[in-house]
């Protein structure tokens, strides 16, 4: 079984609409999610991080952790072309590392 | 303020050639990592540097050896490349081990025919 399993794709969704992109992870001992964006040809970047139960929000992005479901998701309101990527998720494991799923890709049709 | 860069972009070799990744970041980041990411695989760690002079095996170390430089610089080498290290190799850093936020450079687009 693989550390951080994500919903395979890919997801298509009209702009405008909320993109929910899911993620869970095996290792209870995780502490710290974290939510990577990845062009095509392009490197991995950086768009959220969380660590304790509950929502974050950053601009049209929403972060949800549940500790107790082992489970993480990440939410795009008001989806735009500009979001047509593939979302990896990332967490945290006892001996530092990040465990990373094998990602999302989202295509938002004009 | 580049960030971090790796060379060459893309690379070509025939089995059983060698070649060296470059690496740099100007962050002052302490930790330093190499990934391959390959199609539904996701990311996997090949070694990673939690501080200069020291380096470590990460998922998948076999054929790979690494050199952390300086702060600056971690380099990637491979000694007898094989098909199967086809793959785009990633090089990311953060402050230190405990900050797991990682920063990625452009990557390298390696094929071994």
């Known amino acids: 079984q693989k550390e951080v399993e994500q919903n395979s794709g890919p997801l298509s969704v009209p702009e405008g609409a909320i993109a929910s992109l899911n993620c869970t992870y095996s290792?209870?001992?995780?502490?710290?999610f974290f939510w990577y964006r990845q062009y095509s040809g392009k490197s991995p970047e950086l768009i959220m991080s969380?660590?304790?139960?509950g929502d974050k929000e950053d601009g049209r992005f929403t972060a949800q952790l549940n500790k107790a479901s082992q489970y993480v998701s990440l939410l795009i309101r008001d989806s735009q072309p500009s979001d047509s990527a593939t979302y990896l998720c990332?967490?945290?494991?006892?001996?530092?590392?990040?465990?990373f799923g094998a990602g999302t890709t989202v295509t938002v049709r004009a | 303020n580049a960030g971090v860069t790796q060379t060459p972009k893309f690379q070509v070799l025939k089995t059983g050639q060698s070649m060296t990744l470059q690496c740099a970041q100007d962050?002052?980041?302490?930790?330093m990592y190499w990934y391959r990411q390959d199609p539904g695989m996701g990311l996997r760690l090949i070694y990673y540097?939690?501080?200069?002079?020291?380096?470590d095996k990460g998922e998948v170390p076999n054929g790979y050896n690494v050199s952390r430089l300086n702060k600056r610089e971690f380099s990637l080498r491979l000694e007898s490349a094989a098909p199967s290290q086809t793959s785009v190799y990633f090089c990311?850093?953060?402050?230190?081990?405990?900050?797991?936020?990682?920063?990625f450079g452009p990557g390298t687009r390696l094929t071994v025919t």
């Open positions: 962050m002052n980041h302490n930790s």
């Open positions: 290792d209870r001992g995780s502490q710290s």
């Open positions: 969380i660590y304790s139960n």
């Open positions: 990311a850093s953060s402050e230190s081990l405990a900050r797991y936020e990682q920063y």
């Open positions: 990332a967490s945290s494991s006892n001996d530092y590392k990040l465990s």
């Open positions: 540097s939690a501080s200069e002079g020291t380096t």
